[in-house]
């Protein structure tokens, strides 16, 4: 499973989707662009993780950011279920 992606290998990006297509990959990766539906969305950190913060944005980038951190719950929850 591809757990991360750097955005700057597109064509590498490409490659990876489509091998996906054929059922011979898997990826974990979550891409929300800006004008989707979960765009600027933020996510409460759960009490159990007793971690600071209001969302994830916190812990992630030390601040709310406008393109939220929606992203951060999908793929952890992207992750467990590829482990």
Known sequence: C???????Y????DALVTSNRRGSIS???VFLPEGSEHFGRH???PEEEKLQGSCW???LYGEAK????????TW????EKAH
Do not use: F, R, Y
């Not at 591809?2 to 700057?8: D, E, L, R």
């Not at 597109?10 to 990006?13: F, G, I, R």
């Not at 952890?76 to 992750?79: A, G």
């Open 76 to 79: 952890i929850e992207n992750i």
């Open 2 to 8: 591809v757990c991360s992606w750097p955005g700057k």
């Open 66 to 73: 406008p393109w939220g951190c929606h992203w951060w719950t």
């Open 57 to 59: 944005c916190v812990q």
């Open 43 to 45: 996510d409460p950190i």
């Open 27 to 29: 990826a974990a990766v």
């Open 10 to 13: 597109e064509s590498a990006w």
